[in-house]
């Protein structure tokens, strides 16, 4: 989301070319739910020049105090693995699990991920008609709406909700407000 | 929080932090007053337990605390006030983080009522101190204080040692609640693997059994895991007859009158421990961290090799340079088991070692730690090299600053025993040794500690002789005094034509005359026949002594990898004309630090 994908910790020395190509990977990362501790999973991104895509965060499990940060990042196989012992260096970090790492092993393409969109769009005459009908065609749910507009909720993959925010667009979109990607493997394993 | 009802004691918060530090051992602490601390020095004044050690600057209550660390084994522990307080502790933490320090840093706070107004002395401290510490606290609640400094000194000690940083808001050193003692409950999110994957073990085994070409290389690590590890280290350099360098970081591990050891190696390392560590078929990292000052150029480090890397934090392996096998655990237990292996079941061949030998003998004779004597002016690897003959038989620990005068005393000082040895390594910090140099003396009254120093490095943190003075620290600043920043000259001379954009330093003080003013005693020196005699008396003054050594302006430290090169394209100091100098780096070596 920010920084640019760097060479591995940033060294200058690291002047050979990089031959690994750069895979989107989905990471799962079982913290205690203490202050600052999102702070020391972003920071060590923004500090080492990792790529964040998406981040979401929140308490799993209230009585033990466990938070799960589903992380969407960009970087070689090699960066990867640093990413994960970077994350599992941080002292309130539990686990650190690549759930697209874990996907392949387990015979699948990729991990089961889905995101929320809140998508609100304005309009009168035959653009609001239509945006109900494209809505419906979706699966996206009215969660408000008066005479001028509509609150559409919408959930699946991140490009399920990209397609829909397009075509809504010359239909009158105001604005959007999208959560990050949730996600988990398939199969009855924990993470 | 389960201990029974009888050992949990009502006190103040400032009183459970003087009791927590006496709980974790702690005798001495470096420190700096303050408005948000008052309550904590309050009870500092009202006991005997705790010495506390007042610096003049909090830099250097950092790192005395790291030399006091770095040379005891156990943690240091500073002390500072909130706002100006914490953010002067910014520079002894990262340096602590990067050389894998135990450092306890106790930072005052304003009161939680007020943390976010802007108060007067107000920092994020925890904020800014995130990225510098292996992890660190707020504690808003008196009743989690005592287990939270406890948990502090076990983080900071345990696994990758590093820094920590508990902040305390004033009106929590108030508060009354009830003090836990230290109990064995760590947080099950941080247990660090000490015990070495033993299948992994077997086959570094047999894999150094099978080497024609070996080298050990060996770091820091070996000495934060204790002299256990150190002692192992040499078992196993001995068993195998495998030639054996260190970094900088590592020196003392190893003795460097050991029948094994070819010096340390990296940018400014010997030539045999580079070219061994090119040519090796395999090489046995242990506890080092592939640093770009010891690789150089990576995709021509060590290109024939088959790499053991042994570590105790995952996040080393495979960072730098790929690893065929990777031991993650503490060095000490690891070569425990590897000592074990290895005697019960590899036969050392030695002789098949021969060839390897002879080849590192015809390195050797290159003698790339050679330099030009001269007899009017004081060479700055001779002033080093008296200094070492006139105090290896005593109980001596050598601290340095950053630069010309580091490297040659790493070259030129040779080290027998671990913990004997404390420079800053990964940050690079001038102005480390003088303070440093405090913080060993304390825990070593006895000792002879001598800070090897630059004359710009020195100036940074000059002030803490005043603190040496007052608490009677005999250290000696041996002061290699060439009047420019030596090592960025060489690097302007090496990659900027050779304009000397503010590395020479018009308006040096007396150093004489400040030691003179300070308190303390004061010597120069300026040739080389008078030198054992000025070195002698440094040695018997009790009392801080700055050495004003003159030495030659203009000499420059060799030998050398230049950056951006391999270890077989070094820079020897016979090779290295004016010409050379200026030629040795290529434009994109030019970018790298």
New interface residues.
Partial sequence: MNAQHLQ??G??????KETERPEIHTLSVL??NE??VL??VI?LFS?RGYNIESLTVSETEHEKHLSRITIVTRGTP?VM??IK??L???????RVVDLTVRSHELGQERPLERELALVKVAGTGDARVEALRLADAFRASVIDANTEHFIFEITGKGSKLDQFIAIMKPLGLVEICRTGVAAMNRGPQGM | MSNGQSERREMTGAEMVVQALKDNGVKHVFGYPGGAVLPIYDEIFQQDDVEHILVRHEQGAGHAAEGYARSTGKAGVMLVTSGPGATNAVTPLQDALMDSIPLVCLTGQVPTSLIGSDAFQECDTVGITRPCTKHNWLVKDVNELAATIHEAFHVATTGRPGPVVVDIPKDVQFAKGFYVPPQIAPRTSYQPKVQGDLEKIKAAVDLMAGAKRPIIYSGGGVINSGPEASHLLRELVDLTGFPITSTLMGLGAYPASGKNWVGMLGMHGTYEANMAMHDCDVMICIGARFDDRITGRLNAFSPNSRKIHIDIDPSSINKNVHTEVPIIGDVGRVLEDMVRLWRATAKADKKALYPWWEQIAKWRGRDSLAYKMNHDVIMPQYAIQRLYELTKDKDTYITTEVGQHQMWAAQHYHFEKPNRWMTSGGLGTMGYGLPAALGVQIAHPDALVIDIAGDASVQMTMQEMSAAVQYKAPIKIFILNNQYMGMVRQWQQLLHGNRLSHSYTEAMPDFVKLAEAYGGHGIRCEKPDELDDAIKEMISVRKPVLFDCRVANLANCFPMIPSGKAHNEMLLPDEATDEAVANAIDAKGRELV
């Fill in positions: 591995p910790t060294s200058a020395y690291f002047i050979a913290v205690d202050p600052g702070a020391r920071g500090g090699h693995e640093q012992n970077q599992e260096r941080i002292v309130p970090v539990h």
